[in-house]
């Protein structure tokens, strides 16, 4: 298991849901793999990656529908690895939502807290202050299937957290809704949990999603969790090529550590036939194989030479997508290889480069990471 | 012909095709048979009077015998076994239910594989005729038959029951035969169901068996409904299983008509039966399709 840092752990408390060396095999296929992963309480913790990761096997393994084949798991302190999904302290929002199509909005909501026995007059009033919460007053006699597919998805949120669970687990919340009203619900959802203070843990696809949603982000790639990190730890310092890769768009090269100082290193790119200059240590032995991944928003594109000669490439544009914000291109190297560049559009009348420009590359030091995973 | 006109044409016909089909064989001998039901036995071939005659004068003259309603209603005779069939029906249609639910249930949750060879295990009585099959019920249930050897091997019982001619060997064939009919669309409607919502409820804290009768019951009663209907309907003017199966005091109303029409030849009774049956049936199934959709409105 990689070395995963853990907040809570850090700051000396218990963590609050705690996986111990989680694995679930379905016969020879592994789905997951010893994943040990420490969340605190009150984080919206995002597990990403491609479909067929095995997140959505983690995910019902916290709620109870999968049991672990080794390892264990724990909430708030219980041991609730064996528990049936009916006892424990989790409640999950489905993908599909899986709204009850025989119940009204205000009985799907109530579901959870009459399996419980609560008092009728205490279920109605949790129900109405829980449908006010999600903006569904009025909606309560409705059937969902006359509701739209954003009324459903906050049916569905509301009948999760009506009970006030220690966890709640959400499967591609936002995966069916269409992209405006994914962006507003994507900070609802966010504004809901900082008043509930319930601990979420998100299943998605979609690293958009992640980055806004998250406090933290697992990377999962074949039943294993890659990295664990805020967004920004995810999308600058990336620990493999893999994360590196999947995470936005980036410029990857293989090369070879030349000079290995603890303040700085010399890469030697064949693919971009320079030398990278990394103003940072890396912690490889010299002539190790590595990888240079660089993003496309940190090369600078510029007609005239600038000065120096490390980080430096001349080039010919090939491909110009204008995007609104910023403006892609594709630039090719004399040797043929190619290079992603993004360049924010700051001024309305500013020069753009044209296709057959010939331009100038260049990016800072601290731009490029260097992994060797 | 243009071909807006041929696809019209077919369009026509594939409609009218059914229609014309149910016109031959249903709208008319269901005429034919209220014809009779208003008519009087005579001797003759058929042996019924003609209602319409022409009379002298170039008098067209319609004679309606209500006589045989009101004879129907009547005799305690036909209204027991109005009562009888409905009962036997209803009790079989139960039956039917009770054991009928767990075995959809069971063959739309098995692996893949499996369900296809029990669906097909389901259907495959129907390869045999139907009157075979309730005679070889008469050979088990038969006081030398293999149900009461084994029984008597046991040591179970000292000397055979009687199990033929007994009302039990009615409901025996009757849920045996009508088993099929309460499972497929039970099945088809269980396996529908989306499993999440199982999922769900578990999720929020709701148990098992608590789940199957708030969640899998009401979203699979389309299929209790047309599986009920479909046992129920036939089972009421069932003729053959009482006939062979049951007893002399089991007096189900298919049985009456036969003997009405072909024993004591009197035709107009018969067909007078047959009408109050369907008609009673027609009430059941539009009651029935009342409750639903009203169901499905709210």
């Known amino acids: ?373 | 012909m243009k071909p807006a006109a041929a696809s019209r044409l077919g369009r026509w016909g594939v409609i009218a095709l059914p229609y014309l089909w149910l016109t031959i064989f249903f709208l008319v001998p269901f005429l034919i048979v209220l014809k009779i039901s208003f008519s009087n036995v005579q001797l003759s071939m058929p042996p019924v009077e003609p209602v319409l005659t022409w009379g002298q004068d170039h008098v067209m003259q319609l004679r309606l015998h209500f006589s045989n309603f009101a004879f129907v209603f009547g005799d305690r005779l036909y209204i027991e076994a109005f009562l009888d069939s409905l009962l036997i029906a209803a009790v079989s249609t139960v039956i039917a239910l009770l054991i009928g639910y767990p075995m959809a249930y069971g063959i739309a949750r098995a692996p893949g594989a499996w369900r296809n060879v029990l669906f097909l295990l389901v259907v495959l009585p129907f390869f045999t005729s139907f009157l075979l099959r309730v005679y070889a019920w008469m050979g088990l249930l038969g006081r030398a038959g293999p149900v009461n050897g084994l029984l008597l091997k046991l040591g179970l019982i000292h000397e055979p029951l009687q199990l033929l001619q007994t009302e039990f060997a009615v409901y025996l064939g009757m849920v045996y035969s009508y088993l099929p009919f309460m499972v497929l669309p039970l099945y088809s409607a269980i396996e529908k169901l989306d499993l999440t919502l199982l999922e769900a409820a578990a999720d929020l804290g709701c148990r098992p068996t608590k789940a199957f009768f708030t969640v899998t019951l009401p979203l699979t009663r389309e299929g209790i409904f047309a599986g009920c209907l479909l046992v129920f309907i036939p089972a009421v003017g069932e003729y053959v299983i009482p006939a062979l199966l049951g007893g002399p005091d089991t007096l189900m109303i298919g049985r009456v008509v036969w003997d009405e029409f072909f024993g004591n030849r009197d035709w107009p009774v018969a067909s007078a039966l047959a009408i109050v049956l369907l008609v009673l049936l027609s009430g059941f199934v539009l009651l029935l399709q009342y409750v639903q959709s009203r169901e499905r409105e709210a």
Not at chain 1, 132 to 154: E, F, I
Not at chain 1, 206 to 223: C, F, K, N, P, Y
Not at chain 1, 275 to 286: F, K, R, T
């Open chain 1, 1 to 373: 298991m990689n070395a995963v840092q853990t907040p809570a752990a850090a700051r000396g408390g218990a963590p609050y849901v705690r996986l111990e060396g989680l694995t679930k095999r379905f016969g020879d296929f592994v789905a997951v793999r010893q994943v040990s992963l420490d969340i605190a309480r009150g984080e919206i913790f995002c597990l990403l990656g491609a479909s067929g990761c095995g997140k959505t096997t983690l995910l019902r393994m916290l709620a109870g529908f999968e049991t672990p084949t080794e390892g264990s798991i724990w909430i708030d302190g219980v041991d609730v690895t064996h528990v049936p999904p009916y006892e424990r302290p989790v409640n999950m929002m489905f993908q599909s939502y899986a709204l009850f199509p025989h119940m009204t909005v205000a009985q799907n909501v109530a579901f959870g807290l009459r399996q419980d026995g609560t008092a009728k007059s205490e279920i109605d009033g949790r129900v109405h202050e829980m449908l006010a919460m999600v903006q569904l007053d009025g909606y309560d006699k409705r059937k969902p299937h006359q509701l739209s597919g954003g009324q459903r998805q906050r049916v569905a949120l509301a009948r999760a957290l009506v009970k006030r669970p220690k966890l709640l687990l959400l499967d591609e919340p936002l995966g069916a809704l269409d992209k405006k009203l994914r962006e507003r619900t994507q900070f609802e959802l966010v504004s809901l949990q900082e008043r509930l203070g319930v601990t979420f843990v998100i299943v998605t696809h979609d690293q958009e999603e992640a980055m806004t949603l998250a406090s933290r982000i697992g990377v999962m790639r074949a039943g294993e969790i890659l990295q664990v990190g805020t967004p920004t730890d995810i999308y600058e310092f990336p620990g493999s090529r893999f994360v590196a890769d999947f995470i936005g768009s980036v410029n990857m090269v293989e090369g070879r550590l030349v000079e290995d100082e603890p303040d700085h290193v010399r890469i030697q790119c064949e693919q971009l036939g320079c030398m990278v200059y990394v103003d940072h240590g890396v912690s490889a032995p010299p002539d190790a194989p590595v990888a240079v991944a660089i993003r496309p928003e940190k090369i600078q594109l510029s007609r005239e030479q600038p000065p120096g000669t490390d980080n430096l490439l001349a080039g010919r544009v090939t491909g110009v997508a204008y995007l609104g914000d910023a403006t892609r291109y594709l630039v090719q190297l004399p040797n043929g290889f190619q290079l992603r560049v993004t360049a924010p559009n700051v001024s309305r009348r500013e020069e753009r480069f044209e296709q057959d420009d010939a331009v100038w590359l260049s990016w800072h030091p601290s731009s490029p990471v260097v992994v060797t995973r």
